[in-house]
Structures are given as C-alpha cells and as structure tokens.
C-alpha cells in the first residue's frame, strides 16, 4: 500500500503500541465520549432527526473515521457545520433522501481519497470558507431561538427570513424558565472550564438542567415531549430504497455534502497537526471520511466529518493515536445502551444553550472582520457566500461562492499579464537587464511586442487589442520571456496572428520561448507553420533575423 494511502493506526501498530499509549488514549476516548455526547444529541435535533441517530453517527462514523484516519488523533461524528445542509435535505426529500445523498457523498468522498486528491481540497478559497460557516452559525442561533425563549411554536419554517417572520408574533409567549435553563447552559459553557477541564460544562449543564426540570417539576419542553422515548441500541442496517430520480435530484447535495465534509475533515487535521507537530495523510484522511458516510446511513445516522473541537480535547486530553478515537465511539455506544432512555429527559433549552455556544464558536467574527477589511474581491466572495448561506442555501452559496472566487481570480491573474508594444518596451528602460530593448537597435520596418505573464485564455483579449495596432510590418518580433504558461486559447491567439501575418505578407519571430510554451506549441504544430530561423533563444538573435528581413524582403 502507497504510504499516503496508509491508515495512521497501521503505522501506530507497526511501531508498536505500548500500555502507555493505550493508559492515555483509554483517558482521552472517555472524556472526548462525554464531550460528544451532548453535542451529538443537540446537532441531530438541530438537523431536523431524531436525537439518538446523532449518537449512531458518533458511533458508526466516529469509530470509522478513527480506524481508517489519515491523523493519529481526528474524532469523528456529527459536526455543526453540516446542520443546515442536513435540516434543508430532511425538509424537502426526508429521511431517506438524506441517508441517499450521504451514501453518495460517502462514494464521492472515497474516490477522491482514492485519486488522491485531497490536495485540491485546499484550493477551496478562505473568503468561501469563512463565509458559508459564519452563515452556518446565523442559521444554527435563529434555529435555537424558539427552544431558547420556550416559545409556544409547533412548527418553525426552514428558511431564515421566514423563521424570525414567526418569532415576531410569538415573542409574547416567552417561558422564563426555559430562558434560565438556556442562559445557565451558556454560562456553564463558558465558564465551567475555570472550575476544572476534565469534566466539560456542556455536560455538566446538560445533567444539571435535567435534574432540576425533573425535581421541580418545570414547565419546559423535553427531548421525550417532543419526539417521544430515545432508543438504547443501535439499530439494525437497513439500506436505503434508491431509484435513478432520487439519484439525479440528490446530486447536488450529495456533492455539498462531500465538498463540506472534506473541508471540514482536512481543516480538523491540519489544526491537529499544529497541535503535535505531525503531518496527516489527506487522501486516506478523504478515504476514511467517505467510508464513514456510507457505513453510518445504514444504521440511521447522518453525514459525518472530523470535529474540530472534539479532536482538540483529545488531544489537550492526552490522545495520541487513532485508537483514543475508537475508545470514543465505544463510550458513547455504552452510553446509548446504559443511559440511552433517560436523554428523552433533557430540556430543549438546555440543547439550544450548547446550540447557541457552538454557533458563537463557529461564526469566528474575528475572522469576518479580518477579510471584510482586506481586497475587494475577497469581500464580494465573503459577502456572497455569507449572503446566499444565510438567505438562500448552503449548496447555492458553496457552488457560487467558488465559482465567483474563481473568476475573480481568474480576472486578477488576467490583470497581471500585460501585453507591451515597442513603445511600451522602451519606456521601461530596465537598467539591469542586459536584454532590454533600448539596448539594441530595431530595424526600420520591425516591429516589437512582449507579453509578460501567464498567456492564458483571460489574458488573450488584451493581446488581440494591441496585434490590432500594428501597421504590418515587414517583421513583428513577439518576446515570450516572461510567459511561462500557454493554454489553448493563448495558442490559438498565436496561431490566428501567423495566419493574419501570412496574409500580410509579415515575417513573425519568436523570441525567448519557454519550455511549457514551446512544447505546446510543438505537439499543436504550430512551430512547423514558422521557418525554423524564426525561433529564437534571444532578443539579440531575433533582431539580426529580423535585420536580414528587412534587407531581402520588401512591402508590397
């Protein structure tokens, strides 16, 4: 097997796992277990399903991620980053749509793992990024605003706008206590950590409330008033009914799903690897998560990806292989089996209170503000990712948020190149450049054009514009010093200027030519439409063609 399609346990237990590794990777999966396990239950319920199918997620697609992990310490599971996606999927296709989608996100994820290209998942650009996850965090804090305030509403409405439409007319109903319950949770998360580390304040809030709902016996809305009893196992796979229209109108959030949770993924290992100073392996890292994303439907679980805060604990917590992962989901597997019951007894305001923590954490404003003040383009991509996320959807804003990113880049590259006529050469009297033009003399009748940079599709307008100005000489020197690349449409632009110079009766020298241009324009044959004394290392070499030129030859 290629090292980076290599598991990080295989290369633990080639090394040789010792009781000290195991003592600490035992500690880190029971805390990073107790630290999943309400944020599992919360981001099901904020997904629109039921509370235990987050447990089967952390279960099935955290043992997974762990086992097969291109990182020695990523945890794995339900994530906040895809509730949005999840809760939009499960309103418009249900439950099985979902379960379909995540399969195929799962074989998307594995082929791209597989043809090793975790590496591209890195061009995803920041200002995309940081724009669809702050816009995740409004939808996760609208979304908790009912259960927050204990506000009498039966159904809330998907769509952002249309969800404050309805909390307008309904802030009237606000129960005192389930706000309590939701503002201790907030505190206890914020700053239970002071009190002591090894015991996460989500659970500290999460037992607490629940104890004192059942005790006082408060008015507030349970996990088990609203979706009834939680089941204590895991249940039997089922595969999902598929059908080739489900297929076709699934792909697209299938292809969000995998693009989301490699992102996602891969973000959380490289914080990993900051932490320990190690190196993860991006394609069997894209391997395992889309292993996980087809396994966890089967057991009625949704999409899941490397967390970065739970990853984080275990590592703080003292994890350091993918064992400690592994422990993780089979702590919260005892969990369901022992406890699993008594979750339909925690308050919906305790789950919207860590909801409300996690959507602060995910919106990083900090971050916001750093690009909001940075280049024009990357604003228009921040605010257009943001915008769509929040307003539209998060399938919509990924899709047009890259591709907008990518035609502004596409724009800025174009505004690199520059194409310089004679005058324009001359002008720039560049002292310490032993092949500048103005060091040489050009013949009567010669004229001189230079591109500088990339000559690419974008760039080829601009050549074609100054081509334009050129009084048909008897020879045009074009100098390719500068051009390290050559697309086809940059090569197609050259050819249309020998055929216009074959018309004009112009002799085209090529100076300066590149490796990559010069066997592009070999395998096109272009080079064998030009005499083999047009084609020039130097300037200099191309002037004294063009200088016999002009003595053999004469306009018409």
């Not at 749509?97 to 195929?104: D, F, N, Q």
């Not at 974008?458 to 081509?467: C, D, L, P, Q």
Request: glycine share 10%.
């Amino acid at each position: 097997m290629s090292s980076d399609l290599e598991p990080k346990l295989i290369s633990v237990l080639r090394e040789g796992y010792s009781w000290d590794r195991f003592s600490r990777d035992l500690t880190a999966g029971v805390i990073v277990g107790i630290v999943a396990l309400p944020l599992a239950i919360a981001f099901a319920i904020a997904s629109g399903v039921k509370p235990e199918q987050g447990l089967y997620t952390a279960i099935v697609g955290g043992f997974i991620i762990s086992a097969f992990s291109g990182s020695r310490v990523q945890i794995g599971g339900p994530t906040g980053a895809f509730i949005v996606l999840v809760a939009s999927i499960v309103h418009e296709h249900g439950y099985e749509g979902l379960a379909v989608a995540t399969i195929m996100a799962g074989v998307l994820l594995l082929i791209m793992g597989l043809a090793r290209l975790g590496s591209l998942i890195q061009f995803i650009p920041y200002p995309v990024t940081v724009g669809f996850t702050a816009g995740i965090a409004i939808i996760i804090a609208t979304g908790q605003v009912r259960d927050s305030l204990g506000l009498p509403i039966d159904s809330l409405p998907p769509h952002f706008l249309s969800a404050w439409s309805v909390y307008l007319g309904s802030f009237g109903g606000i129960n005192p206590y389930a706000l309590a319950i939701t503002l201790v949770t907030m505190l206890l998360m914020l700053y239970w950590r002071h009190v002591t580390a090894r015991i996460p304040g989500s659970l500290v809030a999460l037992i607490g409330a629940t104890v004192a709902v059942q005790l006082l016996h408060l008015p507030v809305e349970t996990i088990g008033s609203r979706f009834g009893s939680v089941a204590g196992s895991l249940p039997v796979p089922h595969i999902p009914d598929v059908s080739w229209e489900m297929l076709r109108r699934l792909s697209s959030p299938a292809l969000a799903i995998a693009l989301l949770g490699g992102i996602e993924s891969l973000l959380s290992a490289v914080v990993a690897d900051g932490m320990t100073g190690r190196r993860h392996r991006s394609n069997i890292e894209l391997v395992a998560q889309g292993l996980a994303n087809i396994a966890t439907p089967l057991f009625g679980g949704i999409p899941a990806t490397g967390a970065i805060a739970r990853t984080a604990t275990n590592i703080r917590s003292g994890g350091v292989t993918p064992v400690a992962g592994m422990i993780h989901a089979c702590v919260l597997l005892l969990i369901l089996w022992i406890a699993g019951e008594w979750a339909a007894l925690i308050p919906m305001a305790c789950l919207a209170g860590i909801l409300l923590i996690v959507a602060w954490n995910m919106s990083e404003l900090h971050l916001f503000a750093k690009i909001a003040a940075s280049t024009r383009s990357d604003v228009i991509v921040l605010l257009a990712t943001f915008s769509l996320t929040v307003l539209v959807d998060l399938t919509v804003a990924i899709q047009v948020g890259f591709v907008l990113a990518s035609l502004l880049f596409l724009r800025r590259m174009a505004n690199e190149t520059t194409i310089l006529g004679l005058k324009e050469v001359l002008d720039e009297n560049e002292p310490d450049d032993p092949d500048a033009v103005y060091r040489h003399d050009v013949p009567a009748g010669v004229e001189v054009f230079e591109i500088n940079g990339p000559f690419f599709f974008g760039a080829v307008h601009k050549f074609r514009e100054t081509m334009a100005t050129s009084s048909k000489p008897q020879a045009i020197i074009l100098r390719l010093r500068r051009v390290m690349a050559l697309d086809a449409t940059g090569l197609r632009a050259l050819e249309e200027l020998v055929f216009q110079c074959r018309i004009d009766g112009t002799e085209l020298i090529l100076s300066g030519v590149h490796s990559q241009p010069l066997a592009v324009m070999q395998r096109s044959g272009l080079l064998q439409q030009l005499p083999e004394a047009n084609v020039h290392r130097t300037f200099a070499a191309a002037l004294q063609r063009a200088g016999d030129v002009t003595q053999t030859t004469r306009k018409p």
